[in-house]
């Protein structure tokens, strides 16, 4: 499966971006996808997953998110989504979703279980 990131930017703090994981070569729907973020000079973290209990999915966030960031899956187009509220300068950072066929449990934050990643797109909040 192929995965494509977008929809990052440049945004005042305080507003609203929302990201798209595209995917192509695979349907999504039997996948756990994530999304994680490289702040500048930092190493790569978890941001929040979902995966595909139910069809909508169980979600799952970093606690630096709870409350501001939203993912939601649409299986319809092949796609999941990170809406982000209430952005904070510390949220400036290069977005990578993520990929792993099945279910990952408590390992959902761990980035060595993905399997396959977008490109990423770069998110800056300015002060």
């Known amino acids: 499966v192929q995965l494509q990131a977008s929809g990052g930017g440049l945004v005042q703090a305080g507003g609203s971006l929302r990201l798209s994981c595209a995917a192509s070569g695979r349907s999504l729907s039997r996948y756990t996808v994530g999304w994680f973020r490289r702040p500048p000079g930092k190493e790569r973290e978890f941001v929040a997953a979902?995966?595909?209990?139910?069809?909508?999915?169980?979600?799952y966030y970093a606690d630096s998110v709870k409350g501001r960031f939203a993912i939601s899956r649409d299986n319809t187009k092949n796609a999941v989504y990170l809406q982000m509220n209430s952005l904070k300068p510390e949220d400036t950072a290069v977005y990578y979703c993520?990929?792993?066929?099945?279910?990952?449990?408590?390992?959902?934050?761990?980035?060595?279980?993905?399997?396959?990643w977008g490109k990423g797109t770069q998110v800056t909040v300015s002060s």
């Open positions: 993520a990929a792993r066929l099945g279910r990952l449990g408590t390992l959902v934050g761990a980035s060595r279980m993905y399997g396959y």
């Open positions: 979902i995966d595909w209990k139910n069809w909508s999915g169980n979600t």
